[in-house]
């Protein structure tokens, strides 16, 4: 028999899970005061801008390069440089890009044939565009990402507005499949955990991350932290970067884009597997990382549903003592915090219809995957990126097979 003294002290820890999920409120409120973009307005194109320079690495990426150029080639900005690295392709991507650049002067595309050995295939891709850049800031972008017209020019008055470095932004991510409404919101949180936004009113106080997806580096502190080229082998080159320029002193920023561009990372299960495998590995970086994850997951999400089930039990044996109602009370608060908390993040963060009601569910699942990562990076199994297997030690490749797209 469990001492009363000890259910209390459990109830006590229980509730302060609860009050946790109730300060997410604010520091939701914060990030969006914080780090939240608005486009810029009333922006004239023909004024004289700092010159910048769009980087762009594509494999096998027919079905969105085209659109993604004539977002960033309908940009608010006209001193722009567009370079696409067409890496290692085998369809249209390369003569997609091609056909534009002879309508655009400012668009060039630089063929990739081969990875060298010790890299990863994106990384290799922007650190061998980025010679060719003429602008004064770079920035490194995805081809499957929709622009919003004015995102230049807002990101580049703020970086000079705050004297910045080194800027990232998170983009609005849409979903539209099952396993995307599911999975992705839960995935996206467990960054959230170890990436909070910085604080109102202080730059110094951004994380230690960048999101590859929208990387604006300023070219003299690229060259300073080495560029891509000094993180040939991490699974995330992003977060490596921003590790690197953490530890060079320069001024960063990481803030919310979900107004100035969208994106739909990925949309089959196998794809959110790899992706995310990548994301955890590179952006953790360590193995008690991981698990912590999963521990928090489970005691932020679980508890609730375990707490009324036993309740129904001692119900039904007879009524319930004081103590059952406060862990009913608690339950119910944990409940209605956690549930408003995350539908309230699903509509800041994510287009579409994402499945609110089934995030315990899908937390479950991000858990396995948070553990087959734990594996992984213990050198134990591979995973696949493009066309290449690799297999990790830490957050970096250390051996890797060609393998048939």
């Known amino acids: 028999m469990i001492p009363d003294m000890v259910w209390w002290v ?3 820890l229980y509730a302060f899970v609860a009050l946790r999920w109730l300060w997410v409120h604010v520091e939701l409120a914060r990030a969006v005061r914080a780090g939240l973009l608005e486009p810029a307005s009333h922006v004239d194109p023909q004024l004289p801008h700092t010159r910048v320079t769009v980087i762009i690495a594509a494999h ?9 150029l004539e977002r960033v080639l309908a940009q608010d900005y006209a001193n722009l440089q567009v370079i696409v690295a067409n890496d290692r392709s085998t369809d249209a991507t390369g003569q997609i890009v091609r056909d534009i650049a002879r309508d655009h002067a400012n668009v060039q595309c630089v063929d990739i044939e081969e990875l060298p050995d010790g890299w990863l295939g994106k990384t ?15 920035v490194f972008t995805d081809s499957d990402v929709e622009w919003h017209p004015a995102m230049l ?7 000079q507005r705050e004297r ?7 983009p609005k991510v849409i979903v539209a499949g099952f396993w995307e409404r599911l999975l992705l919101p839960a995935c996206g949180w467990v960054l959230n955990l170890w990436f909070p936004g910085a604080r109102p009113g202080r730059i110094e106080s951004t994380p230690i991350f960048a999101n590859g997806q929208f990387l604006m580096v300023h070219r003299q502190a690229y060259e300073r932290i080495g560029g891509h080229g000094a993180v040939p082998d991490e699974m995330a080159e992003d977060v490596a970067l921003a590790q690197r320029a953490h530890a060079a002193g320069l001024r960063r920023y990481v803030g919310l884009g979900v107004k100035l561009f969208r994106t739909r990372m990925y949309e089959s299960l196998p794809e959110i597997i790899r992706g995310w495998t990548r994301i955890y590995i590179g952006a953790l970086q360590a193995r008690w990382k991981l698990l912590f994850s999963v521990g928090a997951l489970m005691l932020g999400c679980l508890p609730p549903f375990a707490v009324l ?6 119900a039904s044996g007879g009524g319930l003592a004081s103590l059952g109602w406060a862990w009913v009370i608690i339950a119910a608060i944990h409940l209605i915090a956690m549930y408003s908390v995350v539908y309230r993040h699903f509509g800041l963060a994510f287009d579409g219809s994402p499945y609110v009601s089934l995030f315990p569910l899908a937390s479950l699942g991000v858990s396995v995957l948070l553990v087959y990562c734990v594996f992984l990076m213990g050198g134990l199994g591979t995973i696949r990126w493009g066309n290449v297997r690799y297999q990790v030690r830490g957050s970096r490749a250390v051996r890797s097979r060609r393998v048939a797209d």
Not at 164 to 170: I, N, T
């Open 10 to 12: 459990l109830l006590a």
């Open 60 to 68: 096998n990426e027919a079905d969105t390069i085209g659109r993604c």
């Open 124 to 138: 290799h891709a922007l650190a061998t565009a980025a010679p060719h850049a003429q602008g004064e800031y770079l």
């Open 153 to 159: 020019a807002t990101v580049i008055d703020l970086a």
């Open 164 to 170: 910045l470095d080194f800027l990232s932004l998170w």
């Open 309 to 314: 089930a036993a309740v129904v039990v001692s």
